[in-house]
């Protein structure tokens, strides 16, 4: 469907759209200007074939896909326990998971830090996995669970009817309708733990356990100078498998925000 | 010791350590495991560090991190406060010894043993006092040191327009004027930050009345002292007549001021000892690389300029860039005192600091001026090293809360927000409070 507009309605629309994508693309462009400083596109080579960033690559996928299954797992049966079953102390219990979305994440540092050095998993992924995953997971157990307050309830009651279990309904009823807000989940956990820096910074001190978003870092002239062309190949490239993300699921990143608008 | 047979130990000390077959230095007595912190050593360059220490120590396991200058202090605060306190890492002078002093093992006895009684005469002696506590306990050791009061030119551009390096205020202006005129950035400065505010007040109060501002530091004169002020409207001139660049105050010194440097778009910038590297080939190949330039620019040092009229040009302040640290509570102290030992020893001192040409910890080991790639850079070399073997005048500040104040007081007088006196009273109230005068 598409809605009717004047002419100069459309032009104000089409130069405001104009005008806002170019103050988003800028900062791109500029970041892509100072990548080409010194070898150009080299400077792209020199990061990629850079011996460490394989492993930090890797790392980084490890670290993603950890939290995003620790987070997903974790959230989506809190959510369904607090829309589906008859709880005690629901509210309470909410409440107690969602508070640390109240507490700035600098203030527990330290005790995280004291945590991981006595569990011995310094310089092991789980030490950033576990931390970022329960920082992340108040946020997507309130945005799966308004999903779920969505739903009908007639449709459980029906599952519950035709014999289905409380997991089978999750399973086979609630999962499948779930997947706008599972893509969404995903997507976002991602990005936290892809781009996550102090965690990496102080529990994985030894290289070889270093994630992507510490690699600029190594891109220097001296200590006190950054090797700015590289640091910034770098910070364009490390920002590819988002990019990718994103793309693939914009369908359904989209379609959350539309859905339910119209009955 | 002359510079001349500094020079010859030096040589000797590089040849000795390439010849001496590995295995007769050896010690395999030594045993455990090291985590070493520092900013200082880029990663690659420690591992290669570690890999030579291990050729002598090959039964001490170190484990070593880097962390950029930004990064390093947040962790290493983070770390200490839980507890988890690195065998050995690296330190700055100033504020943040205080804060990590009460953490570490007393050097002391470990030097003395290994150097003898007269160990003291190893080390230049302002950096090395500033390394010692109140109680004589020996915190740290400078593992290098930097020398900070001068300036550095743009000699190619320089000698394009026929210029030279100022060496009066009057002549800084011209220079200034001429740079401008010529479509040259005059002279960059990040105002934006304190540090190297400070050095440059440091430098002009230096001159207009040497050892005041330490004795206003002390607390033992006020801060509304009239050489102080006086050195303080200089300040102000410098923002006034075109020699500070339009928006200093707004640039930050590293990467801002830096980055015009040496992309060639200013002429002067304020810089130390820390520098020296970018004299070095290596140093002009990794700019070369990373401001994709073939072009080659000359950079030379040259001393502050006399800009209180009395005919002398500027001196320098040395004080410790690193200091290397031993936590107290290390299980493996014999090995991190061999690190240590390694580290200060005249085979790394020369070979590490040396080849960047920045000022060894040790004073036993001497810069090699011939690693300096122009006569006018040697030379600067050579009167770098007179200035600070001659200066007692340390870089920092004793206490945090007065170089705050007096951080706020520069930038606030620049920018003509306050007048110098009272910008100077505002520093010296907070004085007042941290002596109690």
């Known amino acids: ?171 086979f009823i609630l999962l499948p309708m779930m997947k706008p807000i599972l893509v969404v989940s995903t997507v976002w956990t991602f990005l936290t733990a892809w781009n996550e820096y102090f965690l990496p910074l102080v529990f994985l001190r030894r290289v070889e356990s270093q994630v992507v978003s510490m690699a600029p870092k190594y891109f220097t002239i001296d200590e006190r100078t950054p090797n700015l062309g590289l640091q910034f190949a770098a910070l364009l490239l490390i920002s590819v498998p988002t990019l990718l993300l994103f793309l693939y699921f914009r369908r359904h990143l989209i379609r959350p925000v539309t859905s339910g608008a119209v009955k | 010791m002359s510079k001349m047979i500094k020079l010859t130990v030096l040589a000797s000390v590089v040849a000795t350590a390439a010849l001496l077959p590995t295995a007769a230095l050896a010690d395999e007595s030594v045993t455990g495991n090291v985590l070493w912190w520092s900013w200082k050593v880029p990663q690659a360059e420690g591992d290669a560090l570690v890999a030579r220490f291990n050729e002598v120590y090959p039964n001490v396991e170190v484990e070593y991190v880097w962390q950029t200058p930004s990064d390093y202090f947040p962790a290493l605060k983070l770390s200490v406060a839980a507890g988890d306190v690195p065998d050995v890492w690296h330190n700055q002078a100033g504020a943040m010894f205080a804060e990590y002093a009460p953490f570490t093992e007393d050097l002391r006895p470990y030097v003395e043993a290994e150097r003898g009684a007269d160990w003291k005469d190893d080390w230049y002696a302002a950096p090395l006092a500033s390394g010692i506590t109140e109680d004589g306990k020996v915190a740290g050791l400078p593992f290098v040191n930097l020398g900070a009061g001068t300036l550095w030119y743009n000699k190619t551009i320089f000698d394009e327009l026929g210029l030279v390096p100022p060496t009066t205020l009057a002549e800084w202006k011209a220079v200034s004027a001429a740079l401008r005129d010529a479509d040259v950035i005059p002279y960059v400065q990040g105002a934006s930050q304190d ?38 409207e200089i300040w102000k001139s410098l923002f006034d007549d075109g020699i500070q660049q339009d928006g200093a105050l707004s640039m930050t010194q590293y990467p801002d001021s830096h980055d015009l440097y040496s992309s060639q778009q200013a002429g002067m910038i304020m810089q130390g000892t820390w520098n020296n590297s970018s004299m070095t080939q290596a140093g002009q190949d990794a700019y070369r690389n990373a401001y994709g330039t073939e072009e080659v620019f000359e950079s030379v040092p040259f001393r502050f300029p006399d800009v209180d009229g009395d005919g002398e040009l500027g001196g320098m302040t040395i004080d410790v860039d690193a200091f290397l640290m031993m936590s107290e509570t290390s299980e493996n102290k014999e090995a991190a005192w061999a690190l240590i030992s390694f580290l200060l020893s005249d085979e790394i001192q020369a070979s590490y600091n040396g080849g960047k040409l920045v000022i060894p910890g040790t004073s036993t080991v001497a810069l090699d001026p011939s690693l300096a790639l122009t006569d006018k850079q040697r030379e600067a070399l050579v009167w770098e090293a007179e200035l600070l073997a001659a200066t007692t005048f340390p870089r920092e500040m004793r206490t945090p809360e007065i170089r705050t104040a007096l951080g706020v007081a520069l930038q606030e007088v620049a920018s003509d927000q306050l007048s110098a006196e009272d910008a100077l009273a505002e520093v010296d109230r907070v004085s007042q409070r941290v002596h109690r005068r």
């Not at chain 1, 791109?28 to 990061?47: K, Y």
């Not at chain 1, 809190?78 to 107690?96: D, E, K, N, T």
């Not at chain 1, 092991?124 to 969505?150: C, E, H, K, N, Y």
């Open chain 1, 1 to 171: 469907m598409h809605l009717q507009a004047s002419p100069a309605t459309l032009r104000i629309s089409q130069g405001t759209l104009l005008l806002a994508g170019a103050v988003f693309a800028a900062p791109m462009l500029v970041a892509i200007s100072v990548a080409m400083r010194g070898g150009g596109v080299t400077n792209f080579v020199t990061v990629i074939t850079d011996p460490n960033m394989p492993r930090f690559m890797l790392n980084s996928l490890i670290v993603a896909g950890g939290t995003i299954a620790v987070v997903l797992t974790s959230a989506t049966l809190a959510a369904y326990a607090f829309v589906a079953l008859p709880l005690r102390w629901a509210q309470p219990l909410l409440l107690l998971l969602i508070a640390p979305l109240m507490i700035p994440p600098a203030s527990i540092f330290l005790p995280i830090f004291i945590n991981v050095r006595a569990l011995g998993l310094l310089n092991t992924l789980p030490a950033v996995i576990g931390p970022i995953a329960a920082l992340t997971i108040p946020v997507m157990l309130l945005l799966i669970r308004s999903f779920l307050m969505g739903v009908p309830r007639s449709i459980l009651d029906a599952a519950k009817m035709d014999g289905s279990n409380s997991f089978q309904t999750l399973r």
């Open chain 2, 195 to 232: 540090w190297i505010n400070l050095d440059m007040f440091i430098a002009i109060a230096n001159q207009v009345a040497p050892g005041t501002f330490y004795e206003a530091d002390h607390g033992e004169i006020a801060w509304t002292d009239p050489s102080l002020v006086e050195s303080m």
